[in-house]
């Protein structure tokens, strides 16, 4: 069974930055596409950023585009999460995702095809 444990979340001003981590257990992370995802109160999940388990290609939401940024260590069996220029809108538990992954090109971009989750991590931006 794998488990995803995410760190790294907080309370922080407008034009902050956090960055959040996630750890893997098992043998086979360097094998998972791997995503971040979060829900803000009263509304739903929604996709934030996607690696590949080569690292090689990622994604974002328009929302996030160009202030994020998704990388990984697979030596580490971590996936990390780079926030920067947070802003008040980006209130939300971020969560962390894993999907096996047979072909390297497979991103994750909902949060239905996923395999694991993790328990979340609250991040809070006060303006």
């Known amino acids: 069974q794998v488990q995803l444990v995410e760190s790294g979340g907080g309370s922080v001003q407008a034009g902050d930055s956090l960055r959040l981590s996630c750890v893997a257990s098992?043998?086979?992370?360097?094998?998972?596409?791997m995503g971040w995802f979060r829900q803000a109160p009263g509304k739903e999940r929604e996709f934030v950023a996607t690696i590949t388990w080569s690292g090689r290609s990622t994604d974002y939401s328009d929302s996030v585009k160009g202030r994020f940024t998704i990388s990984r260590d697979n030596a580490k069996n971590t996936v990390y999460l780079q926030m920067n220029s947070l802003t008040p809108e980006d209130t939300a538990v971020y969560y962390c995702?894993?999907?096996?992954?047979?072909?390297?090109?497979?991103?994750?971009?909902?949060?239905?095809?996923?395999?694991?989750w993790g328990q979340g991590t609250q991040v809070t931006v006060s303006s």
């Open positions: 995702a894993g999907k096996d992954a047979f072909w390297r090109s497979v991103l994750l971009y909902r949060g239905d095809e996923a395999d694991y």
């Open positions: 098992g043998r086979t992370f360097s094998r998972y596409a």
